[in-house]
């Protein structure tokens, strides 16, 4: 997996915040999904109320752990981006309608990793790309994606545990990145390592949450 969607949205100015509003939202989920169409031949159909239904799950869920982003602003965009991912797999807004004609046999590594899971990837690269352009934006630096992106048996996994447990998608999107997955709470930005080891041990200027 490379960084392709960033180069789109690093010229957006306050990705971050322009991400959560609904328009902008759909507008980067749709050029992500052109993006993957024109380097790889897949085109989707996309459902605009199940995209949005996912956005506004989204907000709300992340609304109530945004006190978490005064602990650790960068682990936080991780953690935010894969509560979108979440959502978008359970709300499924995107149906791949045609694939390249290409020999499986003849298929890289990342091509046979789409094949596998094109609607997957499409939502896994949608959040990759915007961690990536935001975290750029606002610390000058994105994380380095992991080997284990481009494996196909990490993908084998990552489908059936989503497809039993859909918060799994937080934690393989962690892996993904190189952070240290929390598979039994991955849903839970109080849980993740990050959050601990700076409530622990505290950086100067840092906040901590207010106890009770």
Not at 27 to 51: P, S, V, W
Not at 129 to 145: L, S
Not at 194 to 204: E, I
Request: with cysteine.
């Amino acid at each position: 997996m490379d960084f392709l969607f960033r180069d789109e949205l690093i010229h957006m100015p306050d990705l971050r915040h322009r991400l959560r509003q609904l328009r902008w939202f759909r507008m980067a989920f749709r050029k992500n999904a052109a993006l993957i169409a024109e380097h790889y031949g897949y085109q989707f159909a996309i459902d605009e109320t199940r995209l949005t239904r996912a956005f506004l799950n989204w907000v709300e869920t992340v609304e109530q752990q945004k006190s978490y982003a005064r602990i650790d602003r960068k682990d936080f965009i991780i953690f935010a981006a894969g509560l979108v991912l979440k959502e978008l797999i359970i709300e499924a807004p995107a149906k791949v309608q045609s694939r390249p004609a290409q020999p499986v046999s003849e298929l890289t590594q990342m091509q046979s990793i789409i094949e596998f899971w094109p609607e997957g990837f499409l939502y896994t690269n949608y959040c990759v790309g915007a961690i990536a352009a935001i975290c750029e934006q606002e610390f000058g630096t994105a994380p380095a994606i992991d080997s284990c992106a481009d494996d196909l048996r990490t993908w084998w996994s990552y489908r059936e545990n989503v497809r039993e447990i859909p918060d799994s998608a937080i934690a393989f999107l962690d892996k993904f990145l190189g952070a240290e997955p929390n598979w039994i709470m991955p849903n839970l930005a109080s849980a993740r390592s990050a959050v601990q080891r700076a409530l622990v041990s505290p950086k100067p200027g840092s906040a901590r949450l207010p106890n009770g």
